[in-house]
């Protein structure tokens, strides 16, 4: 409420209220003249300089341009002193007589939530305004110079302009005490790290025409953790080839979890599945996005390149099923069946064949079962789950007639039913063409094998099931 009070007061008291360059963020500034300046460095609106901002425990560096050795260095701007009369070099910072200005660099350390910006200088003549442009940063851009010394544009070096500060007075002699006050009408400035403050000189035709800065002040707050916030984090993996986000702005309390135990997973096993699964002429996608949300239902799903997982589930299955879940809709990502018409060589048009849902779903959930965490025994079929088994019931169970056949007859079908699926050529022949059996036929002796295995044909009569039955268990991913 104090803030909203005071910028109130800043509209219709202060000297000048120029809108920056982000429409939000303003620049105040006043001017104490000859009678009013005095050493107490009071305004009627603007506060004075404080001891207690987050510039006091910022670094301050000159990037470009040389300090006058006259003055009291960059020290003195963050001190919490200022001058007490209007000509006091050493507890003031200006550039070099004879020079035309130069960059100050102040590093907070670590990003902050930037709310204001307050600088002041105070001298009788053309040393007593201010001109100067306020860039920033978080330095987390892509290309970032933290020193940038020459000219050209800022913007693609990962700064953000913040605003232009002219403080001279039009048709008046510019001596006099100065506060600068640049803030934004909508709440903080930005979370920044870095700001650059980019002085000219304000009389070209001067040569001691720089300003006599006597503090700056960043009013500045930490930042809410992500932990509360959430976060659209970035990653890559195969050095770079693939690219993918996790956002958790829907999840916050999941961050930590998506950084350090999920995005590992991704980065080691999307470039493992596009390997698993190639296809002649394909080129698997090289960026998705995976969304963490409490608004999200179901498990997990996959359109495109686009995951989206619920934050709710997953919040329960930290520890269990929630990154194998994100394998499954992984492999969808890679997938890329299509279903419809294309043209053949010729020209014409034939109808693809549709892929069938179970090898949609049953890919998936044996890349996941039986190469991903085969020790989960996610897949396995037990005597409870045995009767109701069949090869095309989609999911973990279609998942381990793959594993049987693949152990038994083909050591590469998942690689050859995916790249004809892909291609829309998948046909059921093509089950005896790779195995010598008919698929229903494959059907019942994988059924057999899994009979022998749990003792069913020998047993005279079945034990009732006692432990959890994980074939049945949490429902899984659907597309
Ligand atoms: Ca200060």
């Not at 008046?172 to 909508?186: L, R």
């Not at 589930?313 to 394998?327: Q, S």
């Amino acid at each position: 409420m104090r803030n909203t009070a005071a910028r109130t007061l800043v509209v219709s008291m202060v000297l000048a209220l120029a809108p920056a360059l982000d429409a939000r963020v303003n620049v105040a500034f006043e001017r104490n003249g000859e009678r009013r300046a005095g050493p107490r460095f009071e305004f009627r609106v603007l506060a004075s300089p404080s001891s207690s901002d987050a510039a006091s425990e910022a670094e301050l560096s000159i990037v470009s341009g040389r300090a006058d050795p006259n003055g009291g260095g960059l020290e003195a701007l963050r001190d919490g002193r200022w001058p007490e009369s209007a000509d006091s070099p050493r507890e003031s910072f200006f550039f070099d007589a004879g020079t035309s200005g130069g960059r100050i660099l102040l590093d907070l350390r670590r990003p902050l939530d930037v709310d204001r910006v307050n600088t002041y200088s105070w001298h009788t003549g053309a040393r007593g305004p201010q001109v100067y442009t306020l860039w920033a940063s978080d330095g987390k851009g892509e290309g970032f110079v933290a020193r940038p010394e020459d000219g050209g544009d800022l913007t693609t070096l990962g700064w953000t302009k913040i605003a232009t500060v002219d403080t001279r007075p039009e048709g008046d002699e510019p001596g006099g005490q100065y506060a600068v006050s640049i803030f934004d009408s909508d709440g903080a400035i930005g979370p920044y790290r870095y700001l650059l403050f980019d002085v000219g000189s304000t009389d070209p035709d001067d040569r001691f025409a720089h300003t006599f800065f006597s503090e700056i002040d960043v009013v500045a707050t930490e930042p809410a953790p992500e932990s509360e916030t959430g976060a659209v984090l970035s990653f890559e993996a195969a050095s770079g080839k693939y690219r993918f986000t996790i956002d958790t702005r829907g999840s916050p309390d999941l961050t930590g979890w998506a950084r350090d135990k999920l995005a590992p997973v991704v980065v080691e096993w999307y470039p493992k599945i596009v390997e698993l699964l190639p296809s002649e002429g394909y080129e698997a996608p090289e960026s998705f996005s995976i969304t963490i949300g409490d608004d999200i239902g179901g498990v997990a799903s996959a359109g495109g390149t686009r995951i989206r997982c619920s934050g709710t589930w997953f919040r329960r299955n930290l520890e269990g099923e929630a990154r194998g879940a994100v394998v499954h809709e992984l492999v969808h990502v890679v997938q890329r069946y299509r279903s419809g018409r294309r043209r053949d060589d010729e020209g014409g048009e034939r109808r693809r064949t549709r892929p069938p849902g179970w090898l949609v779903e049953g890919i998936p959930d044996y890349i996941r079962w039986f190469l991903y965490e085969p020790e989960s025994r996610g897949a396995e079929i037990t005597r409870r789950s045995f009767e109701r088994a069949r090869y095309d019931a989609s999911y973990r169970v279609s998942a381990n007639f793959l594993d049987w056949v693949t152990r038994t007859h083909d050591k590469e079908l998942v690689k050859k039913l995916n790249a004809a699926l892909r291609d829309g050529r998948y046909d059921e022949a093509l089950w005896k063409e790779w195995t010598g059996f008919g698929l229903p036929e494959l059907g019942e002796r994988w059924k057999t094998a899994i009979a022998e295995k749990l003792g069913i044909e020998t047993a005279k009569e079945e034990e009732p099931a006692t432990r959890e039955d994980g074939a049945e268990g949490t429902s899984a991913p659907s597309e």
